[in-house]
């Protein structure tokens, strides 16, 4: 059993959109087999809670220069977008 | 025999206890009954109505706490000092609560959606708002006029107007967000964002008459850098919290006695802050299945239509100019709520959504963070009064919605969206004039509709929209 891949997901409040985003790739990932915890909090914590993560998803600009991944994307909330965004995700959390 | 016709004696009333807790005692039947008409399984439906019910108690009891303790501290404060600030500032997380269990907030997702369709049918607007969670600010207001006149009617009438208004800002501003920040198809009916539209641009007019003042800008990175300690919510409630109950508390005889009370009056708002969002997002949670559901709806009937997708303005906040403006707006909102003659509010859980209040300014002043800071000031030293004017109605909707006015007899208030001059305009109009106010309301909706439909280009490059490009 390997460790499950760590994904922080960050939005303006740490609340509304990325618990949509945070449920959604949850999910999906579920269905892939690919084993992950989430955890949220706003795009100003993300530099101070990137430490242990593997993946970071914002629904709003992120801080350059970011020591992890790093997907900004609206493809959760507006669904246009979604199946790349996924691969994109997948492929991430797959190495 | 009696109490087998009464009922056991438990010490409370079950008439009282029914009465006023409508986000606890309806909120989940309505979640559950929403969630089913929206294709979500039973068992699923169940347990989101559940976890709505949980967040309710959870947000209330927290919501408690950190009021009394506030409160507490405030009134120490205005012995010791004479200044009086007595409306507290509890936060959005206390204003969405009041929203989603008062009377109105039962009926806001079927209503803002109605609102919605028709408006977006009849080709009056382009946006359709997906963004189903943040219905709760129409409601919030719904739920302040029907604690300012006593009337549903009124109430619900004020929902679909608020909902009809943010499509309103949400088409004027879609082509300024999507130019400036780069997302196609996008656009932000937010009430606690787009507020500051019409602000912003007579600010910014008046700040380009002005020489010296013409030519400021700062980096944002750097201010970032420097200030970004106040970004953090627990950081900002400790030492904010230690800060007041030095104040409140301060006895020089007793050094020890003094530290003790102001360390836990820090801690205390520490965990206030941290906790609202944390018990708040089980009610997000337990929403998810109504609102996926909602939005599906509405695609589906709407098919291939071509829309702006109405979403959280909390995807534009992350952008460096919002950013470094709010941090820097945080100790100005402070002064302000201890300067501002006549304010009664003292500013506390709300200082970490200031980005929401100032970050649709940005297209407007180009990223300009010095712009930015001073659109937000003016904004906020409105809002002070505003929330001081409406504080007691904001705390009858409190407690109509359930939750307890702590013993300290202070009030409360939320930056978003008791700040808010469209908040302000739906109390005063219905109060005031009573349904002619309403429908004073709907003809000034109409009316921007209007304007907007008629001199489109214009009012787009006013809020920020690059000049059009050149047939491509």
């Known amino acids: ?95 | 025999m009696d109490g087998i016709l009464t009922g056991p004696d438990l010490g409370f009333s079950f008439a009282a206890a029914w009465q006023g807790l409508y986000g606890m005692a309806y909120l989940p039947v309505v979640i559950f009954c929403l969630a089913l008409v929206f294709g979500t399984k039973p068992v699923k439906a169940a347990s989101a109505a559940l976890s709505v019910g949980i967040a309710f108690i959870g947000v209330v009891l927290v919501i408690g706490m950190f009021w009394s303790v506030l409160g507490d501290v405030s009134q120490a404060i205005a012995a010791r000092t004479g200044i009086e600030r007595d409306v507290i500032d509890m936060g959005w997380p206390t204003a969405a609560t009041i929203a989603f269990g008062s009377q109105v907030g039962l009926w806001v997702i079927p209503i803002g959606l109605a609102v919605n369709i028709a408006l977006l049918l009849t080709g009056i607007t382009r946006t359709m708002n997906v963004d189903i969670w943040n219905y709760w600010h129409f409601a919030l207001i719904g739920a302040l006029v029907l604690a300012a006149t006593g009337s549903l009617v009124m109430g619900l009438g004020t929902v679909a107007l608020i909902a009809a208004l943010s499509l309103f800002f949400s088409d004027w501003c879609a082509r300024a967000v999507q130019r400036f920040y780069g997302i196609p198809g996008v656009s932000v009916p937010h009430i606690l964002s787009v507020q500051v539209l019409p602000i912003a641009i007579a600010v910014n007019w008046m700040i380009e008459k002005i020489p010296f003042l013409r030519g400021l800008d700062a980096n944002a990175e750097t201010v970032t850098r420097r200030l970004g300690i106040l970004g953090d919510p627990t950081a900002l409630g400790f030492f904010l919290g230690l800060g007041l109950g030095m104040i409140g508390f301060l006895d020089l005889d007793n050094p020890v006695t003094t530290s003790v009370n102001a360390f836990a009056v820090g801690v205390s708002l520490a965990a206030g802050m941290m906790l609202l969002p944390y018990v708040l997002k089980i009610l997000m949670e337990g929403l998810i299945p109504v609102t996926d559901g909602a939005r599906q709806f509405v695609e589906r009937r709407l098919g291939k239509r071509e829309v702006t997708i109405g979403l959280d303005s909390s995807i534009v906040i992350g952008h460096p100019s919002a950013m470094a403006s709010a941090l820097i707006l945080i100790p100005v909102a402070i002064a302000l709520s201890v300067l501002l003659p006549g304010n009664r509010v003292l500013v506390f859980t709300d200082l970490v959504v200031i980005p929401f209040i100032v970050a649709l300014a940005a297209p407007i002043v180009r990223g300009n963070v010095v712009r930015m800071v001073l659109i937000g000031t003016v904004t906020l030293t409105l809002g002070f009064y505003i929330a001081t004017a409406l504080s007691a109605t904001f705390t009858l909707a409190a407690v109509d919605a359930g939750i307890a006015q702590p013993a300290n007899g202070t009030e409360l208030t939320a930056m978003g969206d008791g700040f808010v001059w469209v908040t302000y305009l739906a109390v005063a109009l219905t109060q005031g004039l009573g349904y002619a106010g309403l429908a004073i309301f709907a003809a000034l909706i109409a009316g921007a509709f209007a304007l907007l439909h008629r001199y489109r280009a214009a009012l787009e490059r006013a809020a920020g929209a690059d000049d059009p490009p050149k047939e491509d």
């Not at chain 1, 900004?72 to 977008?81: E, N, Q, S, Y």
């Open chain 1, 1 to 95: 059993m390997t460790e499950p891949k760590k994904v922080l997901v960050a939005c303006g409040t740490g609340v509304a959109t990325s618990t949509v985003v945070a449920q959604a790739v949850q999910a999906a990932m579920k269905d892939r087999g690919i084993a992950i915890v989430t955890r949220q909090c706003k795009a100003s914590e993300v530099p101070s809670q990137i430490g242990d993560v593997d993946l970071v998803i914002s629904t709003t600009p992120l801080p350059k220069d970011l020591p992890r991944p790093a997907i900004v994307t609206l493809a959760f909330l507006t669904g246009i977008g979604k199946d790349r965004e996924l691969e994109k995700i997948t492929e991430i959390l797959s190495r």
